[in-house]
């Protein structure tokens, strides 16, 4: 397929966890003659989200468009789409995976988010659940990003750690790219 004519459009479906709704999607999708480059599944309580990145040609883009809100509403989904362009990953210096882990206490994730917010960092993925163990709440979470260029990591990674004291967590950085 040439560049010019690549389009991309990601799509979230969200709507309750039932058998064959993410065939069916796919299937609208294959049927539209677009590919999925990218796609994330999770279950939150008992709906189903599903978000994909799909490329094809301008024809093709405009089909799921147009026949997407009609198969959401015949499955139970909400949806949404959005056109977009392919990320460009010439502005970082690297991508990085935290994990991290403690008590379960309100506001850990916003600080954490928030902090990576003041370095510029660009969050790509996160996913956190809570969990119990020995009669206490516990929270877990891992998130993968990008580092800018202009970031120096390893004084990032300092400062981390004296956040990660005051929140009482656990942790492990690990370079993925």
Same mark, same amino acid.
């Given at each position: 397929? @040439? %560049?010019?004519?690549?389009?991309?459009?990601?799509i979230?479906?969200? $709507?309750? =966890?039932? *058998? &064959?709704?993410? +065939?069916?999607?796919?299937?609208?999708?294959?049927?539209?003659?677009c590919?999925?480059?990218?796609?994330?599944?999770?279950?939150?309580?008992n709906?189903?989200?599903?978000?994909?990145?799909?490329?094809?040609?301008?024809?093709?883009?405009?089909?799921?468009?147009?026949?997407?809100?009609?198969?959401?509403?015949e499955?139970?989904?909400?949806?949404?789409m959005?056109?977009?362009?392919?990320?460009? @990953? %010439?502005?970082?210096?690297?991508?990085?995976?935290?994990?991290?882990? $403690?008590? =379960?206490? *309100? &506001?850990?994730? +916003?600080?954490?988010?928030?902090?990576?917010?003041?370095?510029?960092?660009?969050?790509?993925?996160l996913?956190?659940?809570?969990?119990?163990?020995?009669?206490?709440?516990y929270?877990?979470?891992?998130?993968?990003?990008?580092?800018?260029?202009?970031?120096?990591?390893?004084?990032?990674?300092?400062?981390?750690?004296?956040?990660?004291?005051?929140?009482?967590?656990?942790?492990?950085?690990?370079?993925?790219?």
């Amino acid at each position: 397929m @040439a %560049e010019l004519a690549k389009q991309q459009l990601v799509i979230t479906a969200i $709507g309750e =966890d039932q *058998p &064959g709704v993410v +065939s069916a999607l796919t299937q609208l999708v294959s049927d539209c003659n677009c590919n999925i480059t990218d796609s994330r599944i999770a279950i939150l309580g008992n709906e189903l989200t599903f978000i994909m990145l799909l490329c094809g040609d301008m024809a093709a883009i405009s089909r799921v468009e147009h026949t997407l809100p009609a198969t959401g509403m015949e499955l139970g989904l909400l949806t949404m789409m959005k056109r977009t362009s392919s990320h460009n @990953a %010439e502005q970082y210096s690297g991508g990085y995976n935290l994990e991290y882990h $403690g008590v =379960d206490t *309100p &506001g850990t994730l +916003s600080q954490v988010t928030g902090y990576f917010a003041e370095y510029g960092i660009s969050i790509c993925s996160l996913k956190s659940d809570t969990f119990d163990k020995e009669e206490q709440a516990y929270m877990r979470c891992e998130l993968e990003f990008n580092v800018p260029q202009e970031l120096d990591i390893d004084a990032f990674k300092v400062s981390f750690e004296a956040l990660s004291q005051r929140l009482e967590i656990d942790y492990i950085f690990r370079r993925i790219r």
